[in-house]
């Protein structure tokens, strides 16, 4: 009895640390954009780690989107476009900004879902903070076994 409850509560703690790594990667934004009006969102990322998402409006097609870089240099710019898939990766570390520009005689009405993916010694930080976890658990179990034979 007393191993199933040790192995019940390394499995709680292993699946509670992996609910908690992979939960904070994605966010989406709803925006309202005034004629000729420009709403930014603004994030950070280190040099490695990459962006990527989609920008969907209500149907306006006359929309610009793209983002700059901490130097304010265009990573990638989409002109008129009412909806828009993106990818890219960090060249330098710092904070980066989706810019929305209106350039209907309408308010415009979008959502951008994006997911920043964090890198910790060139890995994914998520796949990086699981091997941290899954090291730690098995460490765990060695010792739990060791002070059982004694």
């Not at 990086?128 to 004694?150: D, E, S």
Request: proline share 2%; hydrophobic share 55%; aromatic share 12%.
């Amino acid at each position: 009895m007393r191993h199933i409850r040790g192995i019940l509560t390394l499995l709680f703690l292993f699946s509670f640390a992996f609910a908690v790594v992979v939960q904070v990667m994605a966010d989406t934004v709803a925006l309202q954009v005034l004629p000729q009006e420009q709403k930014v969102v603004s994030f950070s990322l280190n040099s490695g780690d990459s962006a990527s998402g989609i920008m969907v409006t209500n149907g306006a097609v006359n929309v610009d989107f793209w983002i700059s870089d901490p130097q304010n240099r265009n990573v990638t710019v989409y002109s008129s476009v009412g909806s828009v898939d993106f990818s890219f990766v960090a060249q330098t570390s710092g904070t980066f900004q989706f810019h929305v520009f209106n350039k209907n005689a309408e308010t415009v009405v979008g959502t951008l879902n994006y997911t920043l993916v964090h890198r910790i010694f060139g890995v994914p930080q998520e796949i990086f903070l699981l091997l941290v976890i899954v090291g730690i658990v098995l460490l765990m179990v060695i010792a739990w076994a060791v002070m059982a034979k004694a």
